[in-house]
């Protein structure tokens, strides 16, 4: 293993906020084991950055009505300070929309281009003719042949969860005009990755195959038994980096393949600020290279990525890539669609102060190996039982009972009690799972330090044995104040929130982590510590049935099949139904009203009588166009006056997507005065 270690954090896409998913499979072990490597004096790069290119961006824009430029910029500033928030500790956070990236980018497409490794293929592809623009597999939205859903993607039906190509849907259209799309040739440019299975069998599946996570190589050896494919490095789009050759105008690249240089380039970025050398990151064969990713990017960073990077020649391959699998929220799998999930923004607006409780909860379900559940029960129960319980108890007992007994001094003790190695023994423990990915045994290994602690005290008794035996509490408190800071230096990686103030309180600087492995004493006898503070606080079952009552709102609102639609209103008793008395009428006549623009005053036929009706819908029709018009009225409302004109009844009406007004009418004409219901 290297002392120089690049560290990379799958770039977050642009589209919308961080949630916990991300959070438990990428962000905090990434951000654990970066912190853990500084401990230990290594040269790191932490390095990360939005992917701002693809298609789900544009689609987003024009929907909102905007450019994807200002998505972009959105979603980036409310990541980057997401992530700020919880102390996940970038050496570099950046963007692909920059111009270093795109700078980057394109020479490494050209370097590809210059050394013959692309093929140029004709195909196919649909064309929008009324948009004159060729549609990405997002674009195309048509019947599933496998299940029916009428509003399947060209690339995947997200109601049965089928893999397809836009040519499979049955009575494919345009997203953006609607149209039937035409089948068009164009141009682009393929990575034959066929031609690097050979290299890619040597390098993972012999070369990997003792020290890779089981759900990683069994998932590239699945795909290297396959078979691999040319694959598009180009698409025939406006929003990406530009393909940097002559005569491709409208062609932008892959975001797969721009999308990983951002690594490199933000690497470059964060070089030019410190003075660094980035060749000693990405070129030095004595660099260890590792991606965290979750498990749907595994295909990209461990069989695209590096085949990119084999014909480019320059770049060390990775030297490990632990992929996560799936969380999962409540017993539901995480869906930004149907906001089903605890997004990272309002957690730490709803949790103040409470960075650290996510951390640790996300840790101790971190789906390592297979798909993980989080639930808020479980949530609360991990901070009242074990941060607060255990970490926070003993942490206190100690702080507190020195002061009490030792006006804040560290009394004096056995420099050589055997207990005192259970603090290397700890140490070192976490460091080794810690270097082998397994966030979770680490965490535990942590804890049960803590746990120690707690025990030994217990035992002791100092608050006791200080009348008696005041010899016997001096040792307790010594020793249990060495625990105490072990606690405090051990926890930075996964707390650092918590461990900064444990530093504070013990009044201690950090220590290097193989210092804590092998050091007797971490505060020497008459140092002077400072009052003890709460570390953690107890979450009352209020607390966590909001946010449960949060996700029972937002699965309601799921099953809205009109998402615009506005709640229903009180519930009435059929007998208050029963007094409505609705009718079929036809209006005789139509005006404005004076001094009005949203009225116009009619003359209706009800069949029972001919009456005035003032209504608020000259914005959405011409008095012209509605004599002679069949509509539906309320009878029996009581008469009240609008602008001096009595006005008897009104009108069943309800609102289009854009705005203007429409009449609810009968299917075809009838009589005046039927009555409705």
Request: glycine content about 4%.
């Given at each position: 293993m290297s002392d120089r270690k690049l560290i990379t954090a799958a770039l977050p896409y642009a589209n919308g906020p961080v949630h916990i998913g991300h959070l438990a499979g990428v962000y905090i072990p990434a951000?654990?084991?970066?912190?853990?490597?500084?401990?230990l004096g290594k040269d790191?790069?932490?390095?990360?950055?939005?992917?701002?290119?693809?298609?789900?961006?544009?689609?987003?824009?024009?929907?909102?009505?905007?450019?994807?430029?200002?998505?972009?910029?959105?979603?980036?500033?409310?990541?980057?300070?997401?992530?700020?928030?919880?102390?996940?500790?970038?050496?570099?956070?950046?963007?692909?929309?920059?111009?270093?990236?795109?700078?980057?980018?394109?020479?490494?497409?050209?370097?590809?281009?210059?050394?013959?490794?692309?093929?140029?293929?004709?195909?196919?592809?649909?064309?929008?003719?009324?948009?004159?623009?060729?549609?990405?597999d997002r674009y195309i939205v048509g019947t599933c042949p496998n299940c029916g859903n009428e509003n399947a993607y060209g690339d995947q039906c997200e109601r049965c969860g089928s893999t397809l190509s836009p040519s499979e849907l049955i009575?494919?259209?345009?997203?953006?005009?609607?149209?039937?799309?035409?089948?068009?040739?164009?141009?682009?440019?393929?990575?034959?990755?066929?031609?690097?299975?050979?290299?890619?069998?040597?390098?993972?599946?012999?070369?990997?195959?003792?020290?890779?996570?089981?759900?990683?190589?069994?998932q590239v050896k699945s795909w290297l038994n396959d078979g691999l494919k040319p694959r598009a490095m180009t698409r025939d789009l406006n929003w990406g980096v530009?393909?940097?050759?002559?005569?491709?105008?409208?062609?932008?690249?892959?975001?797969?393949?721009?999308?990983?240089?951002?690594?490199?380039?933000?690497?470059?970025?964060?070089?030019?600020?410190?003075g660094k050398n980035w060749k000693d990151y990405w070129q030095n064969p004595n660099s260890d290279l590792i991606h965290f990713i979750g498990k749907d990017n595994i295909v990209f960073h461990c069989i695209i990525f590096p085949a990119m990077m084999k014909a480019h020649g320059d770049y060390i391959m990775p030297t490990?890539?632990?992929?996560?699998?799936?969380?999962?929220?409540?017993?539901?799998?995480?869906?930004?669609?149907?906001?089903?999930?605890?997004?990272?923004?309002?957690?730490?607006?709803?949790?103040?102060?409470?960075?650290?409780v996510l951390r640790y909860a996300l840790l101790s379900s971190a789906p390592e190996t297979k798909d993980n559940n989080f639930t808020w029960k479980d949530f609360q129960t991990k901070n009242n039982s074990e941060l607060v319980g255990i970490f926070g108890n003993f942490i206190n007992r100690v702080a507190v009972l020195i002061h009490k007994y030792y006006d804040g001094i560290v009394p004096s003790g056995n420099e050589n009690a055997e207990e005192l190695e259970e603090i290397k023994r700890?140490?070192?423990?976490?460091?080794?799972?810690?270097?082998?990915?397994?966030?979770?045994?680490?965490?535990?290994?942590?804890?049960?330090?803590?746990?120690?602690?707690?025990?030994?005290?217990?035992?002791?008794?100092?608050?006791?044995?200080?009348?008696?035996?005041?010899?016997?509490?001096?040792?307790?408190?010594?020793?249990?104040?060495?625990?105490?800071?072990?606690?405090?230096?051990?926890?930075?990686?996964?707390?650092?929130?918590?461990?900064?103030?444990?530093?504070?309180?013990?009044?201690?600087?950090?220590?290097?982590?193989?210092?804590?492995?092998?050091?007797?004493?971490?505060?020497?006898?008459?140092h002077k510590i400072n009052e003890a503070s709460l570390l953690f606080s107890k979450i009352e079952d209020e607390t966590i049935e909001f946010q449960i009552q949060k996700l029972e709102n937002t699965k309601q609102s799921n099953k809205k099949t009109n998402p615009k639609a506005t709640p229903m209103k009180d519930e009435i008793q059929f007998d208050d139904f029963s007094?409505?008395?609705?009718?079929?009428?036809?209006?005789?006549?139509a005006e404005k009203v004076e001094k009005a623009d949203k009225l116009l005053k009619f003359t209706v036929d009800t069949g029972v009588d001919v009456r005035t009706v003032v209504s608020g819908v000259a914005q959405s029709f011409s008095p012209e166009e509605l004599i002679g018009k069949q509509v539906m009225i309320l009878l029996n409302l009581a008469p009240r006056?609008?602008?001096?004109?009595?006005?008897?009844?009104?009108?069943?009406?309800?609102?289009?997507?854009?705005?203007?007004?429409?009449?609810?009418?009968?299917?075809?004409?009838v009589e005046n005065g039927i009555e409705i219901g």
């Open positions: 951000d654990v084991y970066a912190r853990f490597q500084r401990r790191v790069a932490f390095i990360c950055g939005s992917d701002e290119h693809g298609i789900p961006i544009t689609i987003r824009a024009k929907k909102e009505g905007v450019t994807p430029q200002d998505i972009v910029d959105k979603y980036h500033g409310i990541i980057k300070q997401s992530f700020a928030d919880l102390g996940i500790s970038f050496d570099e956070y950046s963007r692909t929309t920059s111009k270093k990236h795109y700078d980057v980018s394109q020479d490494f497409f050209k370097t590809l281009y210059n050394k013959d490794k692309f093929t140029e293929e004709v195909s196919e592809q649909y064309f929008d003719e009324q948009a004159n623009e060729f549609l990405a009575n494919p259209h345009s997203m953006l005009s609607g149209n039937v799309p035409i089948l068009k040739a164009t141009k682009n440019w393929y990575l034959p990755l066929n031609d690097y299975e050979t290299f890619l069998n040597e390098w993972i599946i012999e070369g990997h195959k003792d020290d890779w996570k089981t759900n990683v190589y069994g530009p393909v940097p050759l002559p005569n491709a105008e409208g062609k932008v690249l892959y975001v797969w393949f721009d999308a990983p240089i951002g690594y490199i380039s933000f690497t470059q970025e964060w070089a030019e600020k410190t490990n890539v632990p992929a996560f699998e799936f969380l999962n929220l409540e017993n539901e799998k995480i869906s930004t669609s149907r906001n089903w999930a605890v997004w990272a923004h309002e957690y730490v607006e709803e949790f103040p102060g409470q960075q650290d700890s140490a070192a423990e976490i460091a080794q799972y810690l270097e082998n990915f397994e966030f979770r045994n680490s965490l535990t290994a942590l804890m049960n330090l803590a746990r120690f602690g707690n025990q030994y005290l217990q035992i002791e008794e100092p608050w006791k044995t200080i009348k008696d035996n005041p010899e016997k509490a001096s040792n307790s408190l010594f020793v249990g104040a060495q625990i105490a800071v072990a606690l405090a230096q051990l926890s930075e990686p996964f707390m650092p929130f918590s461990s900064e103030k444990l530093l504070t309180m013990f009044n201690v600087e950090k220590l290097n982590w193989i210092d804590i492995e092998t050091k007797n004493i971490l505060i020497e006898t008459g007094k409505i008395d609705l009718r079929t009428a036809t209006i005789l006549t006056k609008i602008r001096g004109i009595e006005s008897q009844g009104m009108f069943l009406l309800t609102t289009k997507p854009d705005g203007k007004l429409s009449f609810v009418t009968p299917d075809e004409t």
